[in-house]
């Protein structure tokens, strides 16, 4: 028995051993990661000497500095919390002591022969640790090479007067111009930038039925997180599974005591065409009878089950299913949704 235990009791401790040394391991690999992977390396606080102070950089870099003072960066020296960091042009170029004493641009961090990946890595040693860009090394985004600096400009917004002039842009509802943003110091307005890349997008907005994306009544940002996430095409699902879409369409949420199924498992989407469609309300077919039908075929044990009941008369007068199942997206008193 005696010996029993004490074989337990090695076995006990060497697993315990094993995970400390294994943990250890990862955090020495985690460490020399970036640099072992040509990723830009964290800027250290250094000898704080070696710090001289972003008004040391207007001699030389004058455009650059203004247009930087007014930007959000250049405010984080005046709040609280950010009084013992560093903040201005050092925190992300690193030290400019030996830079401004040689004039040597080689004494400087200079982003621009850094890859997409090397610039975001220095972005996120501020902007990392919030929900919305935790994942970035996990989106699309990171995966194709596209990083911080292609939509945001971290010394300035766009300047410029402030007004909607654009075809593209008729409504008063977006009260900026195309080409300028004056949030999340973004290069351009969030649908510009977005179509930018993902023009195929760009001919769905222009449908006779979408979503008032390119009028700027609303943001590609609203349903997809551009910085990564786990969902496909990065959208914004935290709650069931159209959160995206529920933001808006609240009264499509329930609890349903009878649950359409297709609203359950496959979501909006198994219905209606998200970006814009032909179709009322981005159906994906142009009559309802199709588009029900593609599930609740008459053919049999195709699908899912047959209605029940009399025969449905699938002429044109009758062929929209919703006049008598009106509650198509769930209901709380009748199991075939008519109320």
């Known amino acids: 028995m005696r010996l029993t235990k004490v074989i337990k009791t090695v076995l006990v401790c060497g697993s315990v051993l094993g995970v400390v040394v294994w943990f250890a391991s990862a955090r020495s690999s985690q460490a020399v990661g970036p640099v072992a992977n040509n990723a830009a390396p ?10 001289v102070g972003s008004e040391a950089c207007k001699d030389c870099h004058e455009d650059q500095f203004k247009a930087y003072s007014h930007t959000t960066h250049a405010q984080l020296s005046k709040i609280g919390s950010w009084k013992s960091k560093v903040t201005g042009c050092e925190s992300c170029h690193g030290p400019g002591k030996n830079h401004i004493a040689e004039a040597d641009p080689a004494k400087i961090i200079s982003f621009k022969n850094k890859s997409s990946k090397e610039t975001a890595e220095i972005c996120l040693t501020c902007h990392a640790g919030k929900e919305e860009r935790n994942n970035f090394r996990r989106g699309e985004h990171w995966r194709n090479d596209i990083g911080c600096t292609d939509c945001h400009s ?3 917004n766009t300047s410029g007067r402030n007004l909607a002039s654009s ?11 195309p080409g300028f943003s004056t949030v999340r110091m973004l290069k351009a307005n969030d649908p510009q930038l977005c179509v930018g890349c993902h023009s ?4 769905a907005f222009s449908a006779p039925f979408h979503h008032k994306v390119l009028e700027g009544a609303m943001r590609c940002s609203d349903c997809h997180n551009p910085h990564g996430g786990f969902e496909l095409k990065q959208t914004r ?4 599974s159209d959160a995206a879409c529920i933001k808006c369409h609240a009264d499509k949420q329930g609890p349903f005591t009878y649950e359409h199924a297709p609203v359950k498992t496959e979501g ?21 009878n199709q588009l029900c ?8 044990d195709v699908g899912a089950i047959e209605p029940a009941g009399p025969q449905h008369n699938q002429n044109a007068q009758y062929a ?12 709380r008193s009748s199991p075939v949704f008519f109320r």
Not at 167 to 177: C, D, G, H, L, R
Not at 237 to 240: D, E, F, I, P, V
Not at 293 to 299: E, I, K, P, Q
């Open 200 to 203: 195929e997008v760009k001919a």
């Open 237 to 240: 699902l935290a709650t069931g």
């Open 320 to 331: 929209n299913c919703t006049a008598c199942h009106v509650k198509i997206h769930g209901s």
């Open 42 to 51: 964290v800027i250290a606080s250094g000898d704080p000497s070696d710090y």
């Open 293 to 300: 039908l593609t599930c609740h075929s008459v053919a049999h």
């Open 268 to 288: 909006c989407s198994s219905c209606h065409t998200p970006h814009g469609s032909a179709n009322p309300r981005l159906l994906q077919y142009s009559a309802v």
């Open 167 to 177: 075809n593209i842009y008729p409504t008063t509802a977006n009260a900026e111009k």
């Open 154 to 156: 971290p010394h300035s």
